[in-house]
């Protein structure tokens, strides 16, 4: 009795192994690959975001160095996060194409996407945040005396986040829009900061980007209206004609022209441009 069981337990098996279920279980490891890339990518932002850009080297003493000691500036620096970042939302755009594209979408892909995207999107522009943050605060006359509290509002952003993500994969409204603004949207926004500071000479905006009541401001905004019920355009409109399409063309148009113009603060625009366009077509995207 029991050799019979066994046998067609085994063939039970065997035919599972060879269904088409199995196989689409197979081919989700796919892209549950690109999905821990845009993981491993956030990771690495963060790495470049947390390192001070400075050592102290051990040399040898010297008449003109006799503590022996130097500053050496190291080949990273914060400006690389944002690079990392922007692979991280190459890569999430990716996966979801290529489960699509292989019928292989799983729950489990599902999942791990939102937390791939709470390191990539979330942590990683809170510490984004968190080091404007110190610059900030010191450029004030106590800057060295400041508590940490004043520079945790940060990781808020985080937060906000992560409870997108989470209400994300639970609200089966988001079909054809999304319901606050994606995460993605908001990491490349706040990653495209690091890159305007950065090359930018004039006074107005350096002195913007370490005023540390901008970034409160700034936090306060982004969460709500990432955790917010606001209507917002997504990539996959109601319907494919022209009037259905044209929030989506309008953004794309704003987003190249203030590429072409002013640089690096096409991020800052295109986000401003992608909630305002959302609002002024509600009824089209809805």
Known sequence: MSSVTGGQS?????????????????LSIIPNLFTLLNLILGCCAIVFLLQNGIAIVETDP??????GQKLELLPEAVYMAPLFIALAAVVDFLDGFVARALKASSEMGKQLDSLADVVSFGVAPAIIVYQFLRLSVAKTEAGLDTSFWWLAPAF??????????????????????FRGTPVPSVGLMVASFPLIYWTSNDATTLNLLTNQWFWYGLVALLSWLMVSDLPIMSNK??????????????????TIIAAVLLGWWAGPIAYAAFVLLSVVFKKTIQ
């Open 62 to 67: 010297s008449p003109e160095n006799p503590i």
């Open 10 to 26: 085994s063939a039970v098996v065997s035919k599972a192994a060879g269904s088409p279920s199995s196989v689409v279980g197979g």
């Open 156 to 177: 808020v952003l985080a937060a906000a986040a992560a409870y997108r993500l989470a209400k994300f994969n639970l609200d089966t409204r988001q079909t054809h829009c």
């Open 237 to 254: 409109p109601k319907s494919v004609t022209l009037q259905g399409l044209l929030p989506q063309l309008l953004l794309l148009a704003v």
